[in-house]
């Protein structure tokens, strides 16, 4: 069974750091690439940043390019975001999700929710 | 990377069939045949419900089906129920980014 579980995120100052990680379990995870997407309170899905499973490729969206940073440990199963320069529209609830072939979200975590206020 | 189109909601009755549209442009929905559908209750994570337009996962109700014309795909489910009350997203590859996610659809079982 494929399970993703990504740390507690919490409230952090507009300004500030943060890194979520994320641990994969149920698949060969080198094989697949990883995807962080986030739900603002009230609002749609928005893809943020994916990583192939080499970790050799990243793609970040507009929003967060230049402050957020994906990554990922294949020895650990495991992916990050480091988030910088937090903003308050970055306040949202952040999934991390595996892929299946060009569906780049496939199996998601429960989700983490980020708050990013004074 | 903008967003594709979806209706802001879609209603039937129980047993009804409803369709879900879901609008892009030849460089994400008609361009390839990754589109994907999620299914999200309140306080949930997304469920993948189609992928590659027409694709169902294991586990998933066979009530629920995919299609695409042109830069549009849709996701029909037949013989509503009240458990399919739920947000809907639509998702595309895309030529520039891995994916893009639709606007979202809430679709009501009167």
């Known amino acids: ?118 | 990377q903008s967003a594709l189109t979806q209706p802001a909601s879609v209603s039937g009755s129980p047993g009804q069939s409803i369709t879900i549209s879901c609008s892009g442009t030849s460089s994400d929905v008609g361009g390839y045949n990754y589109v994907s559908w999620y299914q999200q209750h309140p306080g949930k994570a997304p469920q993948v419900m189609i992928s590659d337009v027409s694709d169902r996962p294991s586990g998933v109700s066979n009530r629920f089906s995919g299609s695409k014309s042109g830069n549009t795909a849709s996701l029909t489910i037949s013989g509503l129920q009240a458990e399919d009350e739920a947000d809907y997203y639509c998702s595309s590859y895309t030529s520039s980014s891995p994916i893009v996610f639709g606007t979202g659809t809430k679709v009501t079982v009167l």
């Open chain 1, 1 to 118: 069974e494929v399970r993703l579980v990504e740390s507690a995120g919490g409230l952090v100052q507009p300004g500030g750091s943060l890194r979520l990680s994320c641990a994969a379990s149920g698949f060969t995870f080198n094989n697949y690439a990883m995807t962080w997407v986030r739900q603002a309170p009230g609002k749609g899905l928005e893809w943020v940043s994916s990583i192939s499973g080499s970790g050799g490729s990243t793609y970040y969206a507009d929003s967060v390019r230049g402050r957020f940073t994906i990554s990922r440990d294949n020895s650990k199963d495991a992916v990050y975001l480091r988030m910088n320069s937090l903003r308050a529209e970055d306040t949202a609830v952040y999934f991390c999700a595996n892929s299946r072939g060009y569906s780049y979200a496939y199996n998601w975590g429960q989700g983490t929710l980020v708050t990013v206020s004074s």
